[in-house]
Every structure is written in structure tokens, then in C-alpha cells.
């Protein structure tokens, strides 16, 4: 039986992916992840990876692109600022079609910011962040749990779909600690074979990675199999969870830590005779939009919260299509949003709305 | 496309029209690697990039390590190598080749790594990853292709632009005294202790042709040493943007370029490290 740890969630990380079979992990230290590779400097090494500190984020995706390329597992982490200088590299995987794993714990912006748990980098993680029509599957944790559980689900969708997916996780849920149980785990088959840059042997044809379509017809076909593969996990990879919907006439909507922040509010709401309920994005990318257009026609107003100014909730107004009033309540700069604070704005805008 | 005629496959030749001997009269004295793909290329008439192209191949044909050879060609005139030679290879972003090289020897230290980078490439936008790579030693080869401008750009000035070169960012030729002399990358890269082999050659001559086939051939042997990063430059003509004829573009190698970027070994392996050959 797999016993519970206790440990932060940068480590539960970095072990799930040594757990996953992760062959190499690049990266370059920074605020609030730097256990990351701190964990696998120490521990990659006994169990015969690789494991590199770069000389900056854009060669640590670039060396995953290379190690990617071969057709190896490979992943890296950074926080906000070292993940603004990837976008060129994730654009270039994203284009050439290569399955690896990019972890953002991020931290408050813009700029230098502050190392404190942020969300301000949804836009970036969901609406494209480098050059050129790409997604990435975007998963959000919102437990140590969820850090470890995501690097195994992270890994194996990537080889699926041949695409870059990204943990955005926060400095808070990195750096908690928590219990965490390893699930056994089986890797999925996948032959890269066909793609991977080995060395040709005579019986084959060469294998090159690229992104370059010189061709506009050849690039607006390619953009059209990408699309195509997007459209697949929309339909496919829709995540999320749903807590005290069934009766809701609130709901709030918000991933990540801020998901565990309207948890705790939804529970006072509902002390107060307040009937909210919460749906909680897993996937970013894809979004749940058509779960919370069903909800919409339910509910009397959903409240997005986020640790930003207010990026998710042009989403959650895309799904509710002016079904009913979307709200956005955020807070900046590191500073967390106490679970009254929350309830109290909530009943501000029932008031305001006169939706009661 | 090349003119050169050396490019031609030598079953171009219609045998009837010379002559008039049999085709199997003749002795086949040169034949393309079967490691180059057989296809024209976009190269202009006298770049260097073709007949470097074309030595690496013979390389890998002659060492037989065309299933172990994977090769990365950043941005520049040359991304395209990959239509040409028929290795793996990998496309990778404007002056990172370095880090996708790191990223797949690392992972596979047995097989043949190379990159193949411009100046621009190599000495502007890459600088740091190339640095980097060499000083950790990483048992890859550098192919560096110097024609002291941005070829693929059309033309405008590198780091590598020869003072007072006219080049179209510099049109009234490169001002030392704004933009500093030209940086002489492989003697800055010998000084890392990671650099194993370091060679700056030209392939505007035959005999230039031939040392810098012997350069490249050294190089590839290197990597089973695991002792270092070994880097070929190589002055490559350029004659588009030089705005001067192939013969024009092979004198000013010899005239120009060599005075700042001269000729020859610049880093040679210790004998001791090479007792296993
Ligand atoms: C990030 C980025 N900046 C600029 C460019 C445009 N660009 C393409 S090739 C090139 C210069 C290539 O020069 P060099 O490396 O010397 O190769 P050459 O074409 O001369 O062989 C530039 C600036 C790019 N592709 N990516
Ligand atoms: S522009 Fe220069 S480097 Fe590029 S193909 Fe033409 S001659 Fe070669
Ligand atoms: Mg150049």
C-alpha cells in the first residue's frame, strides 16, 4: 500500500517526475520553484537522468527541445519572468509538434514582480504567450497532491497529443507542504520512432524537427493540423470539479489557490443561508466552457476569483454568453483575498444585482 | 541553386556527348555521398554553405555514422540543411543550436552531435549558449559559418563585419569607433578550457577545400574522445550580399577576411589525448 508523505509541493513535483520517467529536467533557479531543480540535482543523478542547470530559461528550453526531439521525456520549471523568456522556445515545441513538460509556479507581476504566489500569468498560459496559433494544455493544482498527480498526467497527454503542456501552479501551492501519496503508475506506450531525431538507420527515411514552413500553403496546412489537434482536446480533456453545485444559486468559479480560498468562502455563504457552489477549472486550456453555460442557466451570478486583475473572468463572460452577470473579484501583488473578504463582496453584489 | 559543376551528379553527364565513349568506359573519379539528399538546392551561385553541406556528408559516408549523426541548423541561409543532408537533423530557434545540441548529446552521448551556425547565429544572439556549451565541455562540433554578415536577412551588418564593410545596416561601412571591432569568436572560444579542437579554415581554393575536409573529419573523430567541444570555422563566401561575383567573393576571402580572421589551428589536441587513434 502507498503510504502519505508530507512535503512541499515543488518536491512532490519534482519526485512524480522522476516517478514518471522523466529522462531529463533543465532549468535555472528563481523564486518560488528553485526546489525543483534542487530536488532533482540531487536525486536525478541516482537514478541514472539528466539533470542540468542552464545559463538562463532560454537555454533550458531549448535544451528540452533538443531532448524532446530525440524523442526523450523531458521537462523544465520556472517562475513567471524565466517562463516570459521561454515563449520563443514553448513556440518553437509548440510548432514542431514536440511532447515535453513546463511548469510554471507563478509569482506576482508584472515585471520583477514579487515572489509571491500570483496568477497573472493566465493570459500568457492560455491565450497563446509566444508567437504564432498554438495551445498548450494548461493544468492548474490546486494541492500538493495535484502537483504530483498533474506531472504524471502532464507527461503522458503530452505524448498523446504530441503538444507542450503546462502545470501553472503558484509560489503558495508550491511551497505548502501537504500529505502526498504516489500512485502507482504505468506509462502509456507511445512510439516516437517515426519523428524522433535517434540517428537514420538505412531502413528508414530522415527524421527532422521543425517549425519552418516556408510555403504559405504548406503553413496554412500545417496551422490547420494543428488546429485540428486543438480542437481534439477541447473535446477530449476538459477537467474540472464541481463542489455544492446541484443547489447553487451563487457560483463561484476560480482555480488554483484560489479555488481553496472560495472553498472556505462558499462554507461561510452557506452558514450565512447563502446557497454558492464553486466550479473549479483543472484544465485551463481547454476551458470548460460549456459546463459553465449549463451551470449559468442555474445560478444568478457567478463570481470569478482570481489572484489577479481579472484575466479567467473574460472566459467565464465568453461562457456565459450574457446568460446571467459574471463578477471578478482579485486580489494583487502576493496579497491573498481572506474567505470573508470574498463572502462580503459576494453579498455586496447580490444586493447590487438585487438577485437574491 | 548551385552552378558549380562539382555539384552535378556525375549520371548528368550525357556519356554519348563526350567523346563518344561508352558510359562504362569511364572511371568514376567523383560522386556525390550517398549521405546528401539528391535534390537542387537554394543556395546562390558560389556560397559556401553548399559545399560545406556536401563535405559534412562525405564525413558521415566516409566514418559510416550516418544512423548515429543527428544534426541541429538554427536560423540563418542554412535552416534548410535538413532538405539537403540525410541525417536527423533538427531546426532549431535564432542562436540557440547550441542548447538543442546540450539537449541531445547529453541524452544520447554516443551519437554524433553537430551544429551548423552562422555568425549572426554563432556570435550575436547565441553568443551565450554557445559560450556556455563549450565550457562545459559538451563532446559536440560547432560547424561555424563566417561570412561576416546576415545572410539570410539580406545582408545586414554582423558582429563578424570586417571594419569599414558596407553592409546594409552599416552602408557607409562598419565604424569601429560606434560598433567595435569584429569579435574573433574562436580565439575567444579556444581560451574556455572545454574547447578541445579549434580551427578557423575557408573553402575558396581547392587546397582550402581540402583542409577544411580534413578539419571536419578530425572534428567528427573527436566526438568518440568525449574530451570537448571541438569548433571548425569556416570563412564562408557570400557573394549575394558581398555584391561581388563568385570569383570575386573567393579573392576578397584571401585579400580581406584573412587579415582578420586568419587561417589555421587555433586549438590542437594534446598528443596524449589522441594515443587512441
Ligand atoms: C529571434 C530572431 N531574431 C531575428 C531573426 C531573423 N533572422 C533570421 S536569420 C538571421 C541572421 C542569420 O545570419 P547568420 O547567422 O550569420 O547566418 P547566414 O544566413 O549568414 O548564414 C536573422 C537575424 C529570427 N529568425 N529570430
Ligand atoms: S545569401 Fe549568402 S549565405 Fe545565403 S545563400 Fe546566398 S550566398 Fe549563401
Ligand atoms: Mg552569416
Known sequence: MTEYKLMKGNEALAEAAILAGCDAYFGYPITPQSEVLEYLAREMPKHNRIVMQAESEVASINMVYGAAGAGFRAMTSSSSPGISLMQEGISYIAGAELPCLLVNVNRAGPGLGTIQPGQGDYFQSTKGGGHGDYRMIVLAPASVQEMADFVFLGFDLADQYRNPVLILSDGAIGQMMEKVKFKPYTRPQTDKSSWATTGKPKTRGRNYITSLHIQPEKMEEHNKHLEEKFRKIRENEVRFEEINTSDADYLFVAYGLSARICQKAMDIARQKGIKAGLLRPITLY???????????????????????????????RLAVNGKRPVEFYGRMGGMMPTPEEIVHHLETLIQYHHVN | M?????????????????????????????????????????????????????????????????????????????????????????????????????????????????????????????????????????????????????????????????????????????????????????????????????????????????????????????????????????IGNCPSNWKMTPVEAAKFIDEEMVKTFPLGDIKIPAAEDLKIF
Open chain 2, 2 to 234: 548551385s552552378t558549380d559543376l562539382h555539384e552535378l551528379p556525375v549520371t548528368n553527364v550525357e556519356p554519348a556527348l563526350v567523346c563518344g565513349k561508352q558510359e562504362d568506359e569511364y572511371e568514376v573519379v567523383y560522386h556525390k555521398p550517398a549521405t546528401m539528399v539528391d535534390t537542387a538546392m537554394h543556395y546562390c551561385p558560389g556560397c559556401a554553405h553548399s559545399l560545406v553541406h556536401k563535405l559534412i556528408m562525405e564525413v558521415v559516408e566516409e566514418l559510416d555514422i550516418q544512423d548515429k549523426t543527428v544534426g541541429v541548423a538554427p536560423v540563418g541561409c542554412s535552416v534548410f540543411a535538413y532538405d539537403y543532408m540525410d541525417i536527423d537533423m533538427s531546426e532549431a530557434a535564432h542562436g540557440r543550436a547550441c542548447a538543442v545540441a546540450t539537449g541531445i548529446k547529453r541524452l544520447m552521448p554516443e551519437k554524433y552531435v553537430f551544429t551548423y551556425q552562422g555568425d549572426g547565429d554563432l556570435a550575436a544572439i547565441g553568443i551565450a549558449e554557445t559560450l556556455h556549451a563549450i565550457n562545459r565541455g559538451e563532446n559536440i562540433l560547432i560547424v561555424f559559418m563566417n561570412n561576416a554578415v546576415y545572410g539570410m536577412t539580406s545582408g545586414q551588418m554582423a558582429p563578424t563585419t570586417l571594419p569599414g564593410m558596407h553592409t546594409t545596416t552599416s552602408p557607409d561601412g562598419r565604424d569601429v569607433s560606434f560598433y567595435g571591432a569584429p569579435i574573433k569568436v574562436s580565439e575567444l572560444m579556444a581560451n574556455l578550457p572545454g574547447a578541445f579542437f579549434v580551427t578557423r579554415q575557408a573553402v575558396n581554393n581547392p587546397n582550402a577545400v581540402r583542409r577544411t575536409k580534413k578539419a571536419l573529419l578530425n572534428a567528427f573523430k573527436y566526438q568518440q574522445l568525449h574530451k570537448g567541444t571541438c569548433i571548425v570555422e569556416i
Open chain 1, 286 to 316: 481547454p476551458y470548460p466552457y460549456q459546463r459553465l453555460n449549463e451551470l449559468a442557466s442555474q445560478v444568478k451570478m457567478l463570481l470569478s476569483v482570481e489572484l489577479n486583475s481579472g484575466q479567467m473572468v473574460e472566459d467565464v
